[in-house]
């Protein structure tokens, strides 16, 4: 308790407990609905896209956020009209754009004058380096997406899990679909400045993942999510903070050794089971 109190006298850990805060409810509400939808490779294409937006934004000397949100969201359209119109060659066209959007960030960070960009940062994370500035970019993110979320709850929750239901009830499928994708491109964005790049996809899956076996409403499983993911994010940053670990790594290491509990915890419980009906108890 005394390590925490004096890690929160500096502000840029201030500043990143804030960060992983508004970190955790965007990827409870988004990674609700990635996990739900079975959308995880989707994620991962839009991750890796987003990359040619970091390119773009310091090519160009635009601020990070507004250069790799831009693309990311033409890229998770691009996705989402292939999925929409060719399903059974989604995956490999979805490769195709994953692919091409980082080495278009590649080389347009080659092109960049005078690039000096410590890359590591974008692809592991670097919570520990947030700017106040940012934050409150960061905020109004988190309001807008969770907004339309809790806006729209009923249409998701039709989508998520009856879609031709959906269909039949007038419900928007198509625009619904694309509007997700766009949140989703917009919250990646966000949290590849928290864990990076390459670790994105399990902060928003984790959490989400562990939730589904104990929620009994899509509202639950997302508030669930918010909660577990503001966990491992503490617990990630103390762990960092007192063994000199990279933040964004140690916070994925938490979330993927609580994945792997609860799964072992399963497994244990499901043989007892049998075991239980064996003996005719």
Request: hydrophobic share 60%; glycine share 10%.
């Amino acid at each position: 308790m005394t390590m925490i109190l004096e890690a929160l006298q500096f502000e840029f850990m201030r500043n990143a407990l804030v960060a992983g805060l508004l970190t955790s409810i965007i990827c409870g509400f988004m990674g609700t609905l990635v996990v739900v939808n079975r959308i995880v490779f989707l994620s991962g294409g839009i991750a890796h896209a987003a990359y040619g937006g970091i390119g773009l934004a310091f090519f160009f000397g635009w601020p990070y956020l507004t250069g790799t949100i831009g693309f990311s969201v033409v890229a998770a359209m691009l996705m989402s009209i292939i999925t929409l119109k060719a399903r059974h060659r989604a995956d490999t066209i979805i490769g195709v754009v994953w692919a091409l959007g980082m080495a278009i960030g590649v080389i347009l960070l080659d092109l960049t004058p005078g690039y000096n960009v410590d890359l590591m940062s974008y692809l592991f994370g670097s919570i520990l380096t947030v700017p106040s500035s940012d934050l409150w970019i960061m905020g109004v993110i988190v309001l807008f997406v969770c907004s339309l979320v809790l806006l729209f709850y009923n249409q998701w929750l039709a989508l998520s899990y009856d879609e031709e239901f959906a269909r039949i009830r007038g419900v928007p499928v198509n625009a619904l679909y694309m509007g997700m994708m766009i949140m989703l491109a917009i919250a990646i964005v966000m949290v590849i400045q928290v864990v990076g790049l390459i670790l994105v996809i399990a902060l928003l899956t984790i959490p989400p993942y562990i939730m589904e076996k104990f929620s009994k409403s899509l509202l639950q499983m997302m508030l669930g999510s918010s909660l577990l993911g503001l966990i491992f994010t503490i617990s990630g940053l103390w762990l960092s903070y007192k063994f000199d670990l990279t933040s964004g790594a140690t916070i994925i290491l938490v979330s993927g050794i609580v994945f792997m509990l609860v799964l072992l915890g399963e497994k244990i419980l499901r043989l007892k089971k049998q075991e239980m009906r064996a003996v005719g108890l």
